[in-house]
């Protein structure tokens, strides 16, 4: 059994063990736990992502509230989910997240959030967009290019491919 690591607090709305949390590596007895370079990334993730949550909260006009559905992924995990091997989840730089309005518990469509989050000038690297499901791929890599994919049976596509 690993020795769980501290928590902390990252940023107003979010604590380190959110972007930890995995039923695979509780599933598969792997150890999640990043270094301290890791956790400053996973800091810095966090602080992006509070960001953006208190954007849609005042453009909304109700909090919002960021579920962290994957975050740091140890390079175990990464392989055992079927991440790339570049994947910024490793580095602690990315999260797959779900928002939800906290007066009715609705969840927010991901197509919404991303093209909200668009209109800003707030910083990101890629946001994925995966059809058919609830979560985003939020990525804050050193590039910090603003580009927005969708997931394909292909692969990936430039753009918000919205579904027919």
Known sequence: MTRP??????????WL?????????R???????PSEAEI??????????QAERDFLS???GVPVRVIITSGFRCEAL?????GSSTSDHRTGLAADTQYERTDTGAALSPISVIRM?????????QRIFYPGQARIHAGYGPAMRRQVLTK??????AGLVTPR
């Open 117 to 125: 989050l668009g209109e800003t000038d707030l910083a990101f690297d």
């Open 58 to 60: 005042l453009e909304l």
């Open 5 to 14: 690591i501290r928590d902390r607090k990252l940023a107003a709305n979010f």
């Open 152 to 157: 394909t049976a292909d692969g990936y596509r």
């Open 27 to 33: 599933r598969r007895g792997l150890d999640n736990r």
């Open 78 to 82: 990464n392989d055992a989910v079927g």
């Open 40 to 49: 400053l990334n996973i800091a810095r993730t966090a602080r992006h992502l």
């Open 17 to 25: 063990s959110e972007f930890l949390r995995s039923d695979e590596a």
